[in-house]
């Protein structure tokens, strides 16, 4: 059994910076996918940003792609999503999510999820 508590988020002015954490609690090993998914009020989710507890591998959202960075710290158990320049349209909430099956993080519909934490940029 995998659990994931998230911590970051807030609000932040158009051009500002934030970082969200999930700390990753239970077993996981080298096959598991890690991300970042968002859900806007009326909007489906999407997902934001991936990579694999193994390896350097990482995918972006275009949306997304040269402002915000997604990490992870092995021996702390945490992966992070680093947003920079920070625009209206990213306000959402914004869940972690993990999965040994990469195929259910690639259809949106990974087994473990975070309880979710609201970035709001004004406009």
């Known amino acids: 059994l995998v659990h994931l508590m998230q911590s970051g988020g807030g609000t932040v002015q158009s051009g500002g910076s934030l970082r969200l954490s999930c700390a990753v609690s239970g077993s996981i090993d080298s096959p598991y996918s890690l991300a970042w998914f968002r859900q806007a009020p009326g909007k489906s989710r999407e997902g934001v940003s991936f990579i694999m507890w193994a390896g350097g591998n990482t995918h972006y959202a275009e949306a997304v792609k040269g402002r915000f960075v997604i990490s992870r710290d092995n021996a702390k158990s945490t992966f992070f999503l680093q947003m920079n320049n920070l625009r209206p349209e990213d306000t959402a909430m914004y869940y972690c999510?993990?999965?040994?099956?990469?195929?259910?993080?690639?259809?949106?519909?990974?087994?473990?999820w975070g309880q979710g934490t609201q970035v709001s940029v004004p406009s």
């Open positions: 999510a993990a999965d040994r099956v990469m195929s259910n993080m690639l259809k949106g519909s990974p087994t473990y």
